[in-house]
């Protein structure tokens, strides 16, 4: 059996069969293939087939009922965000009434810190990873400044050990340990969006909390790529965008996770807006604010519906599929990917246990940018580079197959 006929074999012999159908596949930009072998997933997903239909109903009963869609369209968009509660609360493990979609994910970290980062005495500072997305270190150094405080002594940014790509989950625990009790707050990415490592947020989660800090996570590349369980894991918050692995289109709207404890809590300050207000008096324009006890308690606006409705068409794919069952999927095809590309001589900086990644391997290549280029004229493969030296590889269990790896693996082999 040549490798291609394997890797076709393993598509069609695998327990959960790809759902690439219910996704439009971009054409291949190069190569002998019709579809591109799309590994950018962990930047921007693939369109769910049923976005637009659902779209053209929200268009629809716009242009039919205007005002009185709020509490007349076929989904009445004055609790449209009730219908994403149950759906995003499985797939991060959170009881409904602590998550909510609402605004980018920025938006939500800083509403989260406005929250829960109260620097006070000699417990001020921000703990996040160096290799973290441009957007968090702004967003936490912003806050140190927001607070009166110097950002360069507030903010920790977590390094590997020389020589090392991975962060190591004993560093961050004696970390914490040794000097936990300046640490206000502990802000880490779930799955770091360069290196592709999954962090050990259970154990990180309860170091943090021992410590006395509060303890959020960044979701933006673990939420649909690997089961979570933030209210087990006793997690403080945790926000999430939806165009990665979550399908929901650009700028699509976010996730947010307020633990149990905190969203019972009346005397956590919060910013607010009428629409974090009990939706009984919302309309009062009473100027007592009445906040409900969840994690609706932190909307301030009244949702954007057209944004809304693909994150909801998304969702329900991965109901239909199930995380566990993805998580299991995404196991084999990324392992499949990395003992492919281990052939290549490819080095590969994601963590080779695959207890410890999700579905992204980053490979340290001479000229990120350009290998790229290559790879989508060579095989119409899509990846992605973060100039000057990494190259992303995300195997999105959803639509890719172990064809799209094969193809990754035979134009990598030709050009590194
Ligand atoms: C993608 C990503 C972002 C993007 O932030 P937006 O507010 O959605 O533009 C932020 N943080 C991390 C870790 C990301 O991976």
Redesign the pocket.
């Known amino acids: 059996m040549t490798a291609e006929e394997e890797a076709r074999r393993l598509d069609e012999t695998d327990p959960l069969p790809t759902l690439r159908g219910e996704f439009l596949v971009p054409p291949a930009p190069g190569g002998e293939y019709e579809e591109a072998a799309y590994f950018a997933g962990?930047?921007l997903g693939l369109q769910p087939r049923a976005v637009a239909g659902r779209l053209r109903e929200e268009l629809d009963d716009w242009a039919r009922l205007a005002v009185e869609g709020h509490t007349r369209a076929r989904r009445p968009w004055v609790d449209y965000h009730e219908l994403l509660r149950e759906p995003a609360a499985r797939l991060v493990g959170a009881l409904p009434h602590e998550v909510v979609a609402m605004n980018?994910?920025?938006?939500?970290?800083h509403l989260m810190m406005a929250s829960f980062y109260r620097p006070a005495g000699d417990r001020t500072r921000i703990v996040i990873e160096d290799s973290?997305?441009?957007?968090?270190s702004y967003?936490v150094a912003s806050q140190a400044v927001h607070h009166g405080l110097d950002p360069a002594a507030t903010v920790v940014r977590l390094e590997p050990r020389p020589g090392e790509d991975e962060l190591r989950t004993e560093d961050v625990v004696a970390f914490l340990e040794r000097e936990g009790g300046t640490v206000a707050l502990v802000l880490l990415?779930g799955v770091?969006?360069l290196t592709g490592q999954l962090m050990d947020m259970p154990a990180i989660t309860k170091a943090g909390r021992a410590a006395g800090a509060v303890v959020g996570w960044?979701?933006?590349?673990a939420a649909g790529n690997v089961p979570l369980r933030l209210h087990d894991w006793d997690v403080d918050f945790a926000a999430w965008?939806t165009?990665?692995y979550l399908n929901s289109g650009p700028?699509a709207v976010?996730g947010c996770f307020v633990h149990e404890r905190h969203v019972r809590d009346a005397s956590v300050p919060k910013l607010a807006g009428w629409w974090g207000t009990d939706p009984a008096v919302r309309f009062r324009m009473d100027p007592a604010i009445a906040p409900p006890a969840s994690a609706d308690a932190w909307q301030l606006s009244n949702p954007p519906i057209m944004a809304l409705a693909p994150v909801l068409a998304s969702l329900e794919i991965f109901d239909r599929a199930g995380m566990d069952a993805l998580r299991a999927k995404s196991e084999r095809l990324t392992g499949y990917l990395a003992a492919r590309l281990a052939e290549t001589g490819a080095r590969i900086i994601t963590p080779a246990d695959p207890a410890a990644r999700g579905a992204q391997l980053s490979l340290r290549v001479a000229d990120a940018g350009g290998l790229v280029r290559r790879l989508a004229e060579a095989r119409g493969v899509v990846a992605d580079a973060r100039e000057p030296d990494v190259v992303r590889l995300a195997p999105a269990p959803l639509y890719c197959t172990f064809h799209d790896c094969h193809r990754a693996a035979e134009a990598l082999r030709d050009l590194v």
Not at 218 to 221: E, I, P, S, V
């Open positions: 962990n930047s980018s994910l920025t938006v939500n970290l973290a997305f441009p957007s968090d967003a990415g770091n969006y960044d979701l933006a590349h965008c165009y990665k700028g976010a």
